[in-house]
């Protein structure tokens, strides 16, 4: 067993992954299916070879297989069940979960293993789920390195997981990609340069995607960061607002528009100094009268999901302030740009990278975000949740 059941289906289980050595061997001769009843008394017979204690049951494998929900995957050569890979699929998000994956003992170095873990992975993306995550004992060093070579990483760990008092790693891996198409714009990703500078980050991206020439750089992200800051927000340094960024991205000669909830100064709960909530006041007070100079259109309204995917079909960017609580439990304001959207997903450029994570560049690119998430995630802090977007558009003719 990978890891311990969070669903009610079977009583509690935990056991080691069964070991799968490193592929040596032609895949040729094998086919994978979805469980059916008549392959119980087979599944049975593996779940004996392979464990000596903590067996999922017939009636537990019964119920996995007429489980909609869940995917019990089996391989097989000549008619013979030769192992399994179940993955059970959280109800409440978009995640999957390898509980329990078991190959015959004749099959081994032949990569069935690897080849189970990929079948499953391909099922759990035709269910809509975006990652893929499991447990294993951190003294299974063969089970561990096939998780790496696949392009799992580890991100959390299990104390005193296991019946013998063994800790268990936790890995995961995002399974769900997007493929850019020519109905919305390509937009070339940059990762931020600074831990305060996203929303320069994501408006170079949204512009970038209108001008195919502009320059990609940290003293261009820097440059945009003095102008649109709000030089007070939370700790350490300012943040961006959306009336500066919206300013930055006009002065560079692109049409833009801004749609904001709120009125008035903004992040001014994140400051308890009245001397900095004045500050904020007046930074303000002049992106306001900037503004006026502009043809810039400011919508004192929240953007909807039908105008943000109307002005991506038409080729403009959004880029949207977001709270990353549903990202990482943190609740802080970060800029994000949206490349596209389908009827479940709405994909974002993140340009925050945290690399002491194992986190790159492939993992920020076309994020898929389930579209009732991505409501919740719009919107920054409690009483009066502020909702703040910009719609980037080509460039202006200016002759």
């Known amino acids: 067993m990978i890891g311990r059941c969070s669903e009610p289906l079977v009583s509690t289980i935990v056991r080691p992954l069964f070991f799968i050595p490193k592929a040596r061997g032609s895949m040729s001769d094998f086919s994978f299916r979805l469980a059916v009843i008549d392959d119980l008394d087979a599944l049975v017979a593996l779940e004996k070879q392979c464990f000596k204690e903590d067996r999922i049951s017939r009636r537990s494998f ?88 696949l392009g799992y990483r580890q991100f959390g760990t299990y104390r005193d997981y296991y019946e013998d008092h063994g800790t268990a790693l936790r890995f995961e891996r995002r399974i769900l990609f997007y493929e850019p198409s020519d109905q919305f714009p390509a937009v070339p990703y940059y990762p931020q340069k600074t831990e305060f500078s996203c929303g320069p980050a994501a408006l170079i991206m949204a512009m970038a995607a209108q001008d195919h020439k502009l320059s990609l750089n940290a003293l261009e992200e820097l440059r945009i960061w ?138 920020k690119q076309y994020l898929p975000v389930d579209r009732r998430v991505f409501d919740q995630m719009a919107r920054y802090g409690k009483n009066q949740p502020l909702q703040a977007a910009l719609i980037v558009g080509p460039k202006r003719n200016l002759a």
């Open 226 to 363: 003095r102008e649109a800051t709000t030089i007070f927000m939370l700790a350490g340094h300012g943040g961006c607002g959306p009336h500066g960024l919206a300013l930055a991205a006009w002065n560079r000669g692109f049409h833009v528009e801004v749609f904001l909830s709120n009125e008035g100064a903004l992040f001014k709960d994140t400051v308890r100094n009245e001397d900095k909530k004045r500050v904020l006041e007046l930074v303000h007070e002049g992106f306001m009268h900037d503004l006026a100079q502009t043809d810039i259109a400011l919508h004192h309204e929240p953007l909807t999901p039908g105008y943000m995917e109307q002005a991506l079909l038409d080729g403009r960017v959004p880029v949207i302030l977001i709270s990353t609580w549903q990202l990482n439990r943190s609740r802080v304001p970060h800029w994000v740009t949206v490349c596209a959207m389908d009827e479940q997903f709405v994909y974002l450029h993140d340009p925050e990278i945290d690399s002491a994570e194992g986190e790159t560049v492939a993992d």
């Open 62 to 149: 019964r119920r996995f297989i007429e489980m909609p929900r869940d995917r019990l995957v089996v391989a097989l050569r000549d008619g013979e069940l030769l192992g399994y890979c179940l993955v059970l699929m959280h109800s409440a998000t978009r995640l999957a979960r390898i509980y329990s994956i078991a190959v015959l003992p004749s099959t081994r170095g032949m990569g069935l293993g690897e080849k189970l873990v990929r079948q499953a992975e391909h099922h759990a993306v035709e269910a809509g789920r975006i990652i893929m995550r499991l447990e294993v004992r951190e003294d299974n060093a063969g089970a561990i390195g096939l998780y790496q070579r």
